[in-house]
């Protein structure tokens, strides 16, 4: 039977994927005491890689809907490393959005928030967090974006 998070993810029409797998020498998450460091993900659904750079030929909404992507892959990392129990989740700490975009692209910010507030409509108070958003000038496989997680759990 889902728990919680999981329940009201499917009320947002979202189901968690299997926790994709490390593409080159890293491990998909660390764990230190109850603080879960959760490696860069990036937006790959069932259609695919979303690809582009923001500010060229990407606009804020399309990266916006990337990072929401990067975000539930984020949970499903959580979920792995939970043993499944995704309840164990006690809040999400903080977050670092990487934006692949033109020199000229200021809108970081409202990229990433494609994550932010999805995680809080899914999580409550509990997805609330810190965050950076900063712009790169290209990132892996030519994605839009890319997030990396801290995430408190419970032991």
């Known amino acids: ?73 984020l949970l499903a990392q959580v979920k792995a490393a939970c043993g499944g129990d995704l309840d164990r989740l006690v809040r999400v700490v903080k977050l670092t959005g990487f934006v692949n975009s033109t020199p000229d692209f200021k809108e970081q910010p409202q990229v990433i928030n494609g994550a932010s507030d999805f995680l809080v409509e899914a999580l409550g108070d509990a997805g609330r967090h810190a965050r950076a958003a900063v712009s790169a000038a290209a990132l892996p496989l030519g994605v839009s974006v890319e997030i990396e997680g801290i995430f408190q759990i419970k032991s």
Do not use: H
């Open 1 to 73: 039977m889902p728990g919680i998070f999981e329940t009201r993810l499917n009320e947002l029409g979202v189901t968690l994927s299997d926790a994709p797998a490390p593409a080159a020498n890293y491990v998909p998450s660390v764990q230190v005491g109850d603080l879960l460091y959760v490696s860069g993900q990036i937006p790959k659904d069932d259609n695919g890689l979303l690809t582009g750079k923001l500010g060229q030929d990407a606009d804020v909404q399309a990266g916006a809907n990337a990072a929401k992507v990067c975000a539930i892959n």
